[in-house]
């Protein structure tokens, strides 16, 4: 290894604090730039927010939680005369695992800027539990290990419960994510050389990887493997020997429908087999759970770390919560819990202030017997484990301080920020990371809000910004920015040696294959025998064979100006749900095109006509404002999926429709041009792929864009838009 190549770990490790507290500045100022510009009831329209609640009750929840019921204000539903009066919350964006302020509910017209920073103060924070109609529960923070509230919960939980207050609940950044990468970049930071074991070497170039033979299957050590499922292909074989065989670091390349996931579980099984501990991580709850989930029938011993409220029911049994309650080593937790119920439900029977005062401080003191008793009982459960699984900041919890593993494993790892990596990271030796560096990164605000700023000063800069596009940047500190992810970043390091690239595709016909694969994937992308040729005609239920259900790839040409984008300066939308916000609270300026919503509209008919199910088709588009032009297509064919490209990633349907919106006479297209948002794009499809897009605007972009419309101007199934008929349609 090149001392040229050798990353300074500390110079490394405070550069990403710096970048870090830019990014959490950046997510709380949009947070609290929404809390202060709108009301409450814009808010809650917005889907961020519940206005007019009362606290209904209150109650111990999983892990001990004090849990929060709120429901509507009788106040305000009687004299508004709303429907079913007091029972029902009103349509609102919340969702169970979402993060929470509760507070009491401001003044009318928005909260000012002061305030709004204030509030935190006097509220208290708290995951939503449970979503009902008439009710939401959130957990909330009681000042445990990462209670943001340390030392003013109660009094915080005290002040809402008392005199029946309107409160409301407001979505916040997720700080706790922050804290566990802070704390664990500086523990970077003031490691000394000498301490670095030869893995932390390898990751930051001080040391090359320990070679690994160039014939794995004639391995003693893992050329006989007894493989739990015979039927992996041969990449797959290959990237789980190599896994097994890499000392440090072994990097499976997953492009989409490859089966990664499938991998991982084999990897995770031979692993135990050979008797080693093993953590498994991912950026989100749901990456996690779908591995636990597939884990579960090979009767696998795992614990799951996690807030109960944000993990799948199916997943729920091996959790760490509930196995600290129904395991035997739960018992002694569960007397505790008892009587802080008991207490918890006589603070609602009194109406005296010294006497509420006094059962707080008991809960106090209960609460801190239950989290001791609580410790030691997850110690044993965790100790004891072969298997454990949380998100990787979830891997900065108390519950593994100073467990060691001899393999981390990490899913999506070209999903996460670095430092969110590195926090499973320092507990092993060795690390598997499986990922696609080739679809879309995490999204970072704090370098969207830049390119945003650079966008508005030059009118030119959008497709010629960076390597990245709208989403990427000029580094920021020595060469490190946040969204090079440690996938990156390693592959730059060591080169290809150090990854196996998964090739043959489960998802994808032939056609809707071809271009990523050989335009990303250096051609070597193979489509599964089951899935090559399979047709919308082909669907296991009554399918006409029509133009539309015959064709794997469309593409719908609009080149000729009679579909001008329109740029949403004025208004944009929250989360796609298609409620209107001014621009100033929300994602910068979209872009939408009302004549290429209803090329959308009339596709999806033709598919619906023939007898494809709505659930069976997607339409994504990259832009917020398309989408709210799109949404009443979900009450014309109910089931219909719509999304933006970046929250389809990991998805998959029978029949996409992509919707690319741009279309002027400069040839700008803004965050079009970034491959790896194109990539997602295209390779949704299972059986069907429809481009609507001008090919003359798009073509302008990037040499990339113009190799997909000289592409699918060959390859595809072309037409030109009817416009007599789309009239009709619009
Ligand atoms: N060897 C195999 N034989 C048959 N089917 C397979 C094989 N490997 C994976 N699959 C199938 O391919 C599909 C995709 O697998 P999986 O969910 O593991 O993919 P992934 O690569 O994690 O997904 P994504 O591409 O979205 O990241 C699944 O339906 C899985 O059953």
């Known amino acids: 290894?090149?001392?040229?190549?050798?990353?300074?770990?500390?110079?490394?490790?405070?550069?990403?604090?710096?970048?870090?507290?830019?990014?959490?500045?950046?997510?709380?100022?949009?947070?609290?730039?929404?809390?202060?510009?709108?009301?409450?009831?814009?808010?809650?329209?917005?889907?961020?927010?519940?206005?007019?609640?009362?606290?209904?009750?209150?109650?111990?929840g999983l892990g001990g939680k004090t849990v929060l019921e709120l429901g509507p204000d009788p106040a305000t539903t009687s004299s508004t005369g709303a429907g079913t009066a007091g029972t029902e919350l009103p349509e609102h964006g919340i969702r169970v695992g979402d993060i929470v302020l509760v507070a009491e509910q401001p003044s009318a017209a928005g909260v000012k800027k002061k305030e709004a920073r204030a509030m935190e103060g006097r509220g208290v924070k708290g995951v939503v539990t449970r979503v009902g109609r008439g009710v939401v529960g959130v957990a909330v923070d009681d000042g445990g290990e990462d209670g943001g509230n340390s030392g003013k919960e109660d009094y915080g939980v005290e002040g809402l419960v008392a005199g029946d207050k309107r409160v409301w609940i407001v979505k916040v950044a997720d700080d706790v994510t922050f804290r566990r990468m802070?704390?664990?970049?500086?523990?970077?930071?003031?490691?000394?050389?000498?301490?670095?074991?030869?893995?932390?070497?390898?990751?930051?170039?001080?040391?090359?990887?320990?070679?690994?033979?160039?014939?794995?299957t004639k391995d003693e050590e893992v050329g006989e493997i007894e493989w739990v499922d015979p039927t992996l292909n041969d990449s797959q074989k290959d990237a789980i020997r190599f896994a097994l065989a890499s000392r440090e670091i072994g990097?499976?390349?997953?492009?989409?429908?490859?089966?990664?996931?499938?991998?991982?579980?084999?990897?995770?099984?031979?692993?135990?087999?050979?008797?080693?501990?093993?953590?498994?991580?991912?950026?989100?709850?749901?990456?996690v759970d779908n591995i636990v989930e597939r884990l579960v029938p090979h009767k696998v011993p795992l614990v799951r770390l996690g807030h109960p409220a944000r993990l799948l029911p199916s997943v729920l049994n091996h959790s760490l919560d509930v196995l600290t309650r129904t395991s035997e080593a739960g018992v002694i937790v569960k007397d505790v819990r008892a009587e802080m119920d008991a207490k918890q439900a006589s603070i609602r029977k009194t109406r005296n202030g010294r006497e509420r005062r006094a059962i707080y401080a008991d809960l106090k003191e209960l609460r801190k017997e239950y989290r001791e008793r609580e410790r030691r009982c997850i110690s044993d459960l965790v100790g004891g484990s072969k298997v454990v699984l949380a998100t990787l900041h979830g891997a900065g919890g108390f519950q593994l301080r100073g467990e060691r593993f001899d393999v981390v494993i990490i899913d999506e790892a070209s999903q996460a920020l670095e430092a969110q990596c590195w926090v499973p990271l320092l507990a092993a030796n060795k690390a598997i990371c499986a990922g696609d560096h080739l679809q879309l990164p995490p999204t970072i605000k704090s370098l969207n809000s830049k390119s945003k700023a650079a966008a508005s000063s030059s009118s030119s800069s959008s497709s010629k910004k960076g390597k990245h596009g709208d989403t990427g940047g000029e580094d920021v500190l020595?060469?490190?920015?946040?969204?090079?992810?440690?996938?990156?970043?390693?592959?730059?390091?060591?080169?290809?040696?150090?990854?196996?690239?998964?090739?043959?595709?489960?998802?994808?016909?032939?056609?809707?294959?071809?271009?990523?694969?050989?335009?990303l994937y250096e051609g070597k992308l193979i489509a599964a025998e089951g899935v090559k040729a399979r047709l919308l005609k082909d669907l296991p239920y009554e399918v006409e064979d029509t133009d539309d259900t015959r064709a794997p790839l469309i593409f719908i040409d609009t080149q000729g100006g009679d579909f001008p984008e329109k740029n949403e300066d004025e208004q944009d939308t929250a989360g796609g749900g298609g409620k209107k916000l001014t621009k100033s609270s929300?994602?910068?300026?979209?872009?939408?095109?009302?004549?290429?919503?209803?090329?959308?509209?009339?596709?999806?008919?033709?598919?619906?006509?023939?007898?494809?199910?709505?659930?069976?088709i997607a339409?994504?588009?990259?832009?917020?404002?398309?989408?709210?032009?799109?949404?009443?297509?979900?009450?014309?064919f109910p089931g219909i999926e719509l999304g933006s490209v970046d929250g389809f990633q990991g998805r998959e349907k029978e029949a996409v429709i992509v919707s690319l919106v741009r279309s002027n006479p400069d040839g700008e297209v803004g965050f079009l041009g970034e491959k790896r948002r194109l990539n997602v794009?295209?390779?949704?499809?299972?059986?069907?792929?429809?481009?609507?897009?001008?090919?003359?605007?798009?073509?302008?972009?990037?040499?990339?864009l113009k190799d997909w419309m000289?592409?699918?101007?060959?390859?595809?199934?072309?037409?030109?838009?009817?416009?007599?008929?789309?009239?009709?349609?619009?």
Do not use: W
């Not at 989409?256 to 050979?274: A, C, F, N, S, Y």
């Open 1 to 60: 290894m090149t001392g040229a190549d050798a990353v300074d770990v500390p110079a490394f490790a405070r550069a990403q604090l710096s970048l870090l507290a830019a990014e959490l500045a950046a997510e709380i100022a949009e947070s609290s730039a929404l809390v202060a510009l709108h009301s409450p009831a814009a808010l809650q329209r917005a889907g961020v927010a519940i206005a007019n609640l009362t606290v209904a009750s209150q109650r111990t």
């Open 182 to 216: 802070n704390a664990t970049m500086e523990r970077l930071a003031k490691m000394e050389e000498r301490e670095y074991s030869s893995f932390v070497r390898v990751l930051f170039g001080l040391s090359s990887p320990s070679p690994v033979p160039a014939d794995l």
């Open 251 to 287: 990097l499976i390349h997953g492009p989409p429908g490859t089966g990664k996931t499938h991998t991982l579980i084999e990897l995770i099984l031979q692993l135990i087999k050979r008797n080693l501990r093993i953590l498994v991580c991912g950026p989100s709850n749901i990456s």
């Open 478 to 519: 020595k060469g490190t920015t946040l969204e090079t992810t440690l996938f990156d970043r390693l592959l730059k390091l060591h080169g290809p040696s150090i990854k196996r690239m998964l090739t043959t595709q489960y998802r994808m016909h032939e056609a809707i294959m071809r271009f990523p694969s050989d335009e």
């Open 586 to 616: 929300l994602y910068g300026d979209s872009k939408s095109n009302e004549m290429e919503a209803a090329l959308v509209r009339q596709h999806v008919r033709g598919l619906v006509d023939a007898g494809v199910k709505p659930e069976d």
């Open 619 to 636: 339409v994504v588009t990259p832009y917020n404002a398309q989408l709210a032009i799109l949404a009443p297509l979900k009450d014309i």
């Open 681 to 704: 794009a295209m390779t949704r499809p299972k059986r069907s792929l429809t481009v609507i897009g001008d090919s003359e605007t798009v073509k302008k972009g990037s040499k990339f």
């Open 710 to 730: 000289e592409f699918l101007e060959e390859n595809a199934d072309l037409r030109y838009p009817d416009l007599a008929s789309l009239n009709q349609e619009a």
